[in-house]
T-cell receptor, first 116, second 115 residues
């Protein structure tokens, strides 16, 4: 069965530190990859996505992610975090029957706490 | 434009009782998904509607769970009878049915606590 692994459960950083959150997936076929974010008290929202093309994807709020097919990885990065980045981050894969219409398979999430 | 809404935001019930969760998708979105997050675990897919039809219900845990989407608008998820392991946050998401990728927009979730 397809699965998504997020390596860190809780990451604590100081403002201006660099961030990298790991994500690996297990699926041999074509995948669509996503990072979602849930800020405290808010809905899950899409941070960025990868379907094809340039494996370096840029998202909102200065986030980017790199798809490395050989490593089945889609790590999230941000060069300098802010206190407002405190949130829970979810990596997800869409590899279902319906292609882009299919369900998402999520990792367990990584809580990021940024100290001011 | 209103986002995906869910009701109630929080429900506390006793084991053996029945609970019905409601999701109102974004207007015009034919795809509607239910997901669940049990504490400490990943968000897991439950089922997918396209309009009023169940496209995929492979994630439904057992026959105590019944989802409906009459008329292809809002959806309900009924748990009857509820068990302790049903506690968690139930998310609903919707997306339009157009060619190519369609972002799933999530609701705020319903936190269900079964005592």
């Amino acid at each position: 069965a397809q699965s998504v692994s997020q390596h860190n459960h809780h990451v604590i950083l100081s403002e201006a530190a660099s961030l990298e959150l790991g994500c690996n997936y297990s699926y041999g076929g074509t995948v669509n990859l996503f990072w979602y974010v849930q800020y405290p008290g808010q809905h899950l929202q899409l941070l960025l996505k990868y379907f094809s093309g340039d494996p370096l994807v840029k998202g909102i709020k200065g986030f980017e992610a790199e798809f490395i097919k050989s490593k089945f990885s889609f790590n999230l990065r941000k060069p300098s975090v802010q206190w407002s980045d405190t949130a829970e981050y979810f990596c997800a894969v869409n590899a279902g029957y319906g292609g882009s219409q299919g369900n998402l398979i999520f990792g367990k999430g990584t809580k990021l706490s940024v100290k001011p | 434009e209103a986002g995906v809404t869910q009701f109630p935001s929080h429900s506390v019930i006793e084991k053996g009782q029945t609970v019905t969760l409601r999701c109102d998708p974004i207007s015009g979105h034919d795809n509607l998904y239910w997901y669940r997050r049990v504490m400490g675990k990943e968000i897991k897919f439950l089922l997918h509607f396209v309009k009023e039809s169940k496209q995929d219900e492979s994630g439904m845990p057992n026959n105590r769970f019944l989802a409906e989407r009459t008329g292809g608008t809002y959806s309900t998820l009924k748990v009857q009878p509820a068990e302790l392991e049903d506690s968690g946050v139930y998310f609903c998401a919707s997306s339009p049915q157009t060619k190519g990728y369609n972002e799933q927009f999530f609701g705020p979730g319903t936190r269900l606590t079964v005592l």
